[in-house]
């Protein structure tokens, strides 16, 4: 039993690791299966928006026969209640968990699973999350409509504050200067919570250990995506502020209270700040692989060595295939930052367009993937601002597999709609608008292309 238990949790990690699904991720340490961290990432048009939300996840030696253990942890240690589902102590309610009282057949199942439970979590968090309170379909009065309005918004301002903002602070070790000038240590690490205990492994007790609160898996993932939705934070604050200004309270819901609400003022204007001094340091971060990278290739690290080959099997292939339509060569000869080359492909909006894009290796390579910046300005939903790149490599591992993927993501005329992947609003509003925005879409794109070799 035991055995079939764990292949089955394996399987499943594996089949999520390998999925589309760039809203949800998992992770757990080689020696225990049984624990797993989970990540889910704010749906789009939601107040939860590219919110960063972790959960623990124990499996019981009886699995799948009974359903694992589920505690969100991103509760601000324990003092945020962001969902009337979602506690401020962890307990998440769901039918499915044993939890929360559901409808007969909505119970847990051996045919449900993990993605599954990840996903029912997910739709908690919905655009409108008053609604999973129990009573909710008689609150239709217009103070009630008034209620779930502040709801919206004080989710949203927490979600910046402390599943983003806080989660990145602590991880670059950025102080926090308060609006009266008090500077503070950077965001301390949510301490772990208190669980229900029941015994999972014959030979361990259900206790959070060292090692486990020091695993933090999701790290780079997370900064990733912070670069990819760095304009959509700010726009979220620009349109969030004109309805609520600095230093007013948030309300209170008459579900909250004892310790399990969500308190607090909005402070836009500081969340701004610190979302920039949060990217000025990512930037900064990037750079300094470079460096650290050029110290390893005079040291002949392997890592180094490996890029380096890679590099030269790479450029060989391009060389013998007349068609390719990218050149790849290494910025001062650094194996860890290479240059890529894109000729627009013609008889699409990039025809006659030549684009300089930079992909940056970390010195920890695959542990931390590479950060690509296309260089040229270059209107496109995939493509932020500042420049930023959304891509998703199917082979996170190989160099090949990234240069692909990021001219896949460039030339890629008919996109599929994913909100996930688009890290330009003003460009992805017009892609996916009325047919005369979509006109105004192609004509930028193709001004891209002609001032790219002008």
């Known amino acids: 039993m035991a055995n079939s238990s764990i292949l089955r949790i394996t399987r499943e990690l594996n089949d999520i690791r390998k999925g589309s699904d760039l809203s949800i991720a998992v992770a757990c340490r080689d020696i225990d299966v049984r624990h797993v961290k989970a990540l889910i990432v704010g749906p789009p048009d939601t107040p939860y928006e590219f919110g960063f939300f972790e959960f623990d996840v124990r499996?019981?030696?009886?699995?799948?026969?009974?359903?694992?253990?589920?505690?969100?942890?991103?509760?601000?240690?324990?003092?945020?209640?962001?969902?009337?589902?979602?506690y401020a102590q962890g307990k998440v309610c769901l039918s499915i968990l044993g939890t929360w009282r559901g409808e007969p057949g909505e119970e847990w199942s051996t045919a449900q699973g993990l993605e599954s439970i990840l996903i029912s979590i997910q739709s908690l968090m919905s655009s409108n999350p008053y609604e999973n309170e129990p009573g909710f379909e008689d609150a239709n009065s217009v103070d009630d409509k008034i209620l779930q309005k502040a709801y919206v918004a004080k989710i949203r301002h927490e979600t910046l504050r402390i599943s983003v903002i806080q989660r990145l602070e602590e991880w670059l070790k950025i102080p926090f200067i308060s609006t009266n000038g008090t500077t503070c240590e950077a965001a301390a690490p949510e301490q772990p919570q208190s669980y229900e205990v029941y015994e999972y492994d014959a030979e361990r007790d259900y206790r959070e250990s060292a090692e486990d609160y020091l695993f933090d898996p999701f790290k780079d993932l997370c900064k990733q995506r912070f670069l990819w939705y760095y304009d959509s934070y700010m726009l979220a604050i620009e349109k969030a502020s004109k309805l609520d200004k600095d230093g007013t309270k948030f309300t209170q819901m008459v579900f909250e209270g004892g310790g399990n609400s969500m308190d607090g003022k909005f402070h836009y204007t500081q969340l701004k700040r610190r979302l920039g001094v949060i990217r000025e340091r990512l930037d900064a971060e990037t750079k300094s692989?470079?460096?650290?990278?050029?110290?390893?290739?005079?040291?002949?690290?392997?890592?180094?060595?490996?890029?380096?080959?890679?590099?030269?099997?790479?450029?060989?292939?391009?060389?013998?295939?007349?068609?390719?339509?990218?050149?790849?060569?290494?910025?001062?000869?650094?194996?860890?930052?290479?240059?890529?080359?894109?000729?627009?492909?013609?008889?699409?909006?990039?025809?006659?367009?030549?684009?300089?894009?930079?992909?940056?290796?970390?010195?920890?390579?695959?542990?931390?993937?590479?950060?690509?910046?296309?260089?040229?300005?270059?209107?496109?939903?995939?493509?932020?601002?500042?420049?930023?790149?959304?891509?998703?490599?199917?082979?996170?591992?190989?160099?090949?597999?990234?240069?692909?993927?990021?001219?896949?993501?460039?030339?890629?005329?008919?996109?599929?709609?994913?909100?996930?992947?688009?890290?330009?609003?003003?460009?992805?509003?017009?892609?996916?608008?009325?047919?005369?925005?979509?006109?105004?879409?192609?004509?930028?794109?193709?001004?891209?292309?002609?001032?790219?070799?002008?």
């Not at 009886?62 to 962001?82: D, I, L, M, Q, S």
């Not at 068609?323 to 930052?337: R, T, W, Y």
Request: glycine residues 6%; contains cysteine; neutral net charge.
């Open 59 to 86: 499996f019981p030696k009886e699995y799948p026969t009974k359903a694992p253990h589920v505690n969100a942890t991103t509760t601000n240690g324990g003092r945020c209640r962001f969902n009337p589902n979602i």
């Open 289 to 454: 692989w470079a460096e650290e990278g050029k110290t390893l290739a005079q040291k002949n690290s392997s890592l180094a060595v490996n890029l380096l080959g890679r590099f030269e099997q790479i450029v060989a292939a391009y060389k013998q295939n007349s068609s390719a339509m990218v050149e790849v060569e290494l910025v001062d000869g650094n194996p860890f930052v290479w240059q890529l080359t894109l000729f627009g492909k013609p008889m699409t909006n990039l025809d006659g367009g030549l684009f300089k894009v930079r992909m940056c290796i970390s010195p920890r390579y695959p542990d931390e993937q590479p950060r690509v910046t296309v260089e040229t300005p270059l209107f496109h939903q995939r493509v932020s601002k500042d420049g930023v790149l959304c891509y998703v490599p199917q082979q996170p591992d190989d160099a090949q597999s990234h240069i692909e993927a990021i001219v896949t993501a460039i030339e890629d005329e008919s996109p599929r709609y994913d909100p996930r992947t688009l890290v330009n609003p003003e460009a992805a509003q017009l892609l996916w608008g009325s047919a005369q925005d979509k006109k105004l879409y192609n004509r930028k794109m193709r001004r891209s292309a002609q001032d790219s070799v002008d």
